[in-house]
C-alpha cells in the first residue's frame, strides 16, 4: 500500500466522520427541548471537528514516524558501507547503489531466499528486466539491501496501522463526544488560528532553511578549503578532476568573481538609475493623466519579461550589433567582445529601468503637497522644485530604492549566465568579458557531479555570500524606506 | 556721502536686467530638464519596441514548417524482407522507415536509385524525424505495406531554413549546409506544388531532439504545468493563511514583526539562492529526484509566496472596517466574520496577486538549472516526479545549440512564453477590472 493510499483513506474516514457526526449533532439539537436546553454549535461545526480529529492526529504521526524510519534505514545502510569501505568521499556513492539495488528488489519482487548471492547476478537480472544498475557495487550490498526492504516493509507495515488505528480513534472519540453545549465552533477555530499561525511561520521556516543548508554545505567547504584562499584569493580555477583521481586541487578566489559582479551591477546602474529616475520624474510632474496612463504599462512591461529572454536578446542581437559597431568604428577591430560587461551591463540596466522607476515613482509622490507648492510660491521653476526641493526631500527614499535595485542586480544570473562570459578575471575594461558570483553558481552545479568535491560545494559558499549581501543591502534599504516614510507620516 | 549712496542705486538699476537673464537661462534649463524626462521614457520605451521587434522577427517563422507530399511507396522489400510481420510485430517497429521516405522522394525527384552520392544528398533532404511519422502509418494499418499512398513528410531542417529564405545563396557552395542541387531539387518540387508550409504543431508537442525539425516544447510545457498546479496548490493556501493571520489576528509583537520581516526579505532574495535550497532540502536531504517537476513546483512555491502573501494583505486591507464590524454586531465569531465576509470581498484582489505570481514563477529560470530541469527528455511527464524541463529552461538549452534552426526555435520558443505571460495578464488586468469596488 503506497503512502497515497493511506493518506486518501485518513481523509475518507475523515470525510465520514463528518458525515455521521453532523447528523448525530442535527439529530440532537432538533430532539432538544428548546426552552431548557439550547445548542452551542451548528451541526457543521460538530462535523469538521470530527474531521479535524480524525485526520490531523493521523497525519502528523503519519509523517513524524515515516521520517523516523527512513532516518533509521539511512543510518544503518550509512555504518554497514562505512565498516566496508572507511568513511571516505566515496561512501555516498556505495549508499546510492545500496538504496538502488534495494529499489531494483522491490521492483523485481525479490525477497528472502530468492534474492541473489552475488551483485553481478541481480545486475543482470535487473538488466534483463530493463532496470539499470551501477557497476561497481559489491556483494555485501546485496544482502544488506534484501535486509533494508524487509525492514522498509515491516515499518510501513506498522506505520500504516497505526495511522488508520488513529484515525478511526480520532472519529470515534469525536463522534462519541457530540453534546448539545460541547463547544465545537470554539475548539474548530483554535485549531484553525493554529494552522493560520503554522503558515505565517513557513516564511520563517524558508529563511532559516536557506541559512542551515546553506551554512552546513559551506562549513563542509571550508574543512578542504582554507577560508582566507576562498574570500581573499585572486584566482579562480576550481579544476574539476577526473572522478576518483585526487591530488589535484583547484584555486577558488572570490575576488574575481565578486569584482565582475560588482562591476556589471555598476554598469548596470549607471545605465538605468538616470533613465528610470528621469522617467519617473517627468511621469510624475510633468506627464498629463492620458499619456502617462499609457506610458507607465509600457515600461512596466519590461518589469514582466523573463530575463532569460533578456538574456537571449543580448547575445543575439546586442552583443553582435555593439560587437560590429565597434568593429566598424575602430576600422576592422572589434573592440567590444560579443560577451562583455558593457553588454550584460546595459541589457540588465534596461531590465531594472522598470524598478528604478516604480520605487522612485513611490518615493516623490510620498514628499507632501506643501512643500511642492510652496515652492512654487516662491517663483521657482518646475525643475528647480524638483531638483531643489523634492529630490532632496525624497533623498533617503531613494538612496533605500537604489539599494533595492543594485540588490536586484547583484543577485541577476540569467542575463549575465548569457550575456557576460564565463571566464574569471580580474580587468577595467568593460568591453572584456568577466565572469560573476551567480555564473558559477550555475557552472559548478549543472552536470553530474559529485556532491561531496570542493567543486561543487563552493556554490554553496558563492551562495550564502551572495544571500549575505543582498540581505544586507535589503535590510538597510528596507529600514531606511520606512523610517523616510516614518518622517512625513 | 556719494561713495555710500553711489553702489547702492547701482545696484538698483541694475536688478531687473539681472533678472530678465537669470529668467532665460531657467527657462533653458526647465526645457533641458524637460528634455531628459522625455529622452528617458523613450529609451526605455526604444528598448521595449527592439526586444519584442527582434524577438518576433527572428522567431516568427518557427510557426511554420516545410513538408514535402509525395507519394510513398511503403514496399515490402524494406519494411519486411522476410516477410514475418505475422509472427515477429517487432519488424514493423525497427524498419528502416528513412530508406522509405528518401526513395519516395528520389523518386519524385527521378533520382535514380543507383547515384550514390545523389541519394546521400535526397538523404539529407528529408528529416530523420520522419521515421515516427511512417512507422505510425504502418503499426495502425499493416495492409498499407506493398501500396502507394500521399505522405506529408518533414523536410531537413537546412532545407527548411533554405525554403524560409533564411540561407545566403551568395555564399560558395562548400561552405553552407545546402547544395546547389538541393535547392534546385526544393525549386523543382515547389513547382510541382510538392512542398508546403503548415502551421508548425510540432513546435508545441514534440519533446526533446537532437534534430531541429522534430525538437518542441511539449516536454517544457507539461513540466511548466505541473509545476503551475503546484505552486496554486501549494502556494496559494498558505499564502492566504499567512496573510489572513498576519492582517486580521497578528498582535502587534515581536513574533509578528519578525515574520514580516523574512517576508519582505524572501521578497528580495535573488531567485538563485532558492535554487539552492531546493537542491540542499529538497533533493539531498529529502531525497527528491532531480529534475523532476514537483522540486521545481516546490522551490518555485517558496520563491511565490512573499508576492501572494503581500497582495492578499494589500486586498484584506482594501475591505472597509464597517464589513467587520456589521458582521461582528449581527453575532458573527471573529473567525465566521473573517472567511463568511471579508475573504469573499477580499477574493478578486486575491486571485489578481496570484496571477501575477503565477506569471513570474511562469518566467523563472535560474533556480531551475540547479536542480536538474536542464536534461534531456524525449517523453512527456507522467507525473509531478518523472523527469521533465520547463518552459524558459528549454529556451535555454536551445540558445545554446549551435545549428541555425536552433536559432529560430529560441525566438519561437520565447513568443510561446511571452503568449502564456501576456494571457495571465491580461487575465489580471480583466479580473480586476471586473470586480473592482470602489467602497
Known sequence: ??????????????????????????????????????????????????????????????????????????NRVRTEVTSHVGDSAGSSLQIGIVHNAANALTRLGLSGTNVPTSYAALRDMASSAGIVLAQSGEDYMVPLAAS???????????????????????????????????????????????????????????????????????????????????FFGTVWDPRFAAAGSTGEEGQFGLIPLLSGTLYIALVSMLFAVPVGLMAAVYMGEYATPRIRSIVKPLLELLAGIPTIVYGIFAVVTLGPFLRDLSAALSGGFAFIQSQSVFTAGIVMGVMLIPVVSSLSDDVITAVPRAMRDGSLALGATRSETIRRVILPAALPGIVGALLLTASRAIGETMIVVLAAGVAARLTINPFEAMTTITVKIVNQLTGDLEFNSPQTLVAFALGLTLFAITLGMNVYALYIVRKYREQYE | MTDAALPHSAVEADAPARRDFGLKRRHAAERRFRLYGIVAIFIGLGFLAILLVSIVSKGYTAFVQTAITVPVEFSADIIDKDNERATNPRVLVSANYPVVARNAV???????????????????????????????????????????????????????????????????????????????????????????????????????????????????????????????????????????????????????????????????????????????????????????????????????????????????????????????????????????????????????????????????????????MVAFVADAPTSPLSPATALPVQIYMWSNEAERAFVERTSGAIIVLLAFLAIMNIAAILLRRHFERRW
Request: include cysteine; aromatic fraction near 6%; charge should be neutral.
Open chain 2, 106 to 372: 528520389a523518386k519524385a525527384l527521378g533520382v535514380s536509385p543507383d547515384d550514390k552520392a545523389a541519394m546521400r544528398e535526397v538523404a539529407k533532404f528529408v528529416s530523420d524525424g520522419n521515421r515516427a511519422t511512417l512507422r505510425q502509418i504502418v503499426m495502425e494499418d499493416p495492409s498499407v505495406i506493398g501500396t502507394t499512398r500521399d505522405v506529408t513528410l518533414l523536410a531537413a531542417a537546412d532545407i527548411d531554413s533554405a525554403n524560409k529564405g533564411q540561407i545566403d545563396l551568395a555564399v560558395p557552395q562548400d561552405k553552407r549546409k545546402v547544395s546547389d542541387r538541393q535547392i534546385a531539387w526544393l525549386d523543382q518540387l515547389k513547382a510541382e506544388g510538392a512542398i508546403s508550409t503548415p502551421f508548425n504543431w510540432g513546435l508545441l508537442t514534440f519533446g526533446a531532439s537532437s534534430r531541429p525539425e522534430t525538437s518542441g516544447l511539449g516536454v517544457a510545457l507539461a513540466g511548466s504545468l505541473y509545476m503551475m498546479a503546484i505552486v496554486l496548490l501549494c502556494a496559494l493556501p498558505i499564502g492566504v493563511a499567512a496573510s489572513i493571520y498576519l492582517e486580521e489576528f497578528a498582535k502587534k509583537d515581536r513574533f509578528t514583526d519578525f515574520i514580516e520581516v523574512n517576508i519582505n526579505n524572501l521578497a528580495a532574495v535573488p531567485s538563485i539562492v532558492f535554487g539552492l535550497l531546493g537542491l540542499a532540502v529538497f533533493i539531498n536531504f529529502f531525497g527528491l529526484p532531480r529534475s523532476a517537476p514537483i522540486v521545481g513546483g516546490l522551490v518555485l512555491t517558496l520563491m511565490t509566496l512573499p508576492t501572494i502573501i503581500i497582495a492578499t494583505r494589500a486586498a484584506l486591507r482594501s475591505v472597509p472596517p464597517s464589513i467587520r464590524t456589521a458582521a461582528l454586531g449581527v453575532g458573527a465569531s471573529k473567525m465566521q466574520m473573517v472567511f463568511d465576509h471579508v475573504l469573499p470581498l477580499a477574493t478578486p484582489g486575491i486571485l489578481t496577486g496570484t496571477i501575477i505570481g503565477l506569471a513570474r514563477a511562469l518566467g523563472e529560470t535560474a533556480p531551475l538549472l540547479l536542480i536538474g
Open chain 1, 148 to 230: 533494508v526492504n524487509e525492514d522498509a516493509g515491516a515499518h510501513r507495515l506498522l506505520i500504516h496501522g497505526l495511522t488508520l488505528a488513529l484515525a478511526l480513534a480520532g472519529a470515534a472519540f469525536a463522534y462519541s463526544r457530540i453534546r448539545l453545549r460541547l463547544r465545537a465552533r470554539n475548539e474548530v477555530e483554535r485549531i484553525v488560528l493554529w494552522s493560520l499561525i503554522a503558515a505565517s511561520s513557513v516564511a520563517i521556516l524558508t529563511t532559516v532553511g536557506i541559512v542551515l543548508s546553506m551554512l552546513g554545505e559551506t562549513m563542509r567547504f571550508f574543512s578542504e578549503i582554507n577560508p582566507l584562499n576562498f
Open chain 1, 1 to 74: 500500500m503506497s503512502a497515497g493510499w493511506v493518506v486518501a483513506i485518513v481523509l475518507a474516514i475523515g470525510a465520514v466522520a463528518y458525515f455521521f457526526a453532523a447528523q448525530r449533532a442535527r439529530t440532537q439539537r432538533d430532539g432538544a427541548d428548546r426552552r431548557t436546553e439550547q445548542a452551542h454549535s451548528l451541526p457543521t461545526y460538530h462535523g469538521w471537528l470530527s474531521f479535524l480529529l480524525a485526520t490531523l492526529p493521523a497525519l502528523i504521526v503519519f509523517l513524524v514516524l515515516s521520517s523516523v524510519s527512513s532516518g533509521l534505514l539511512e
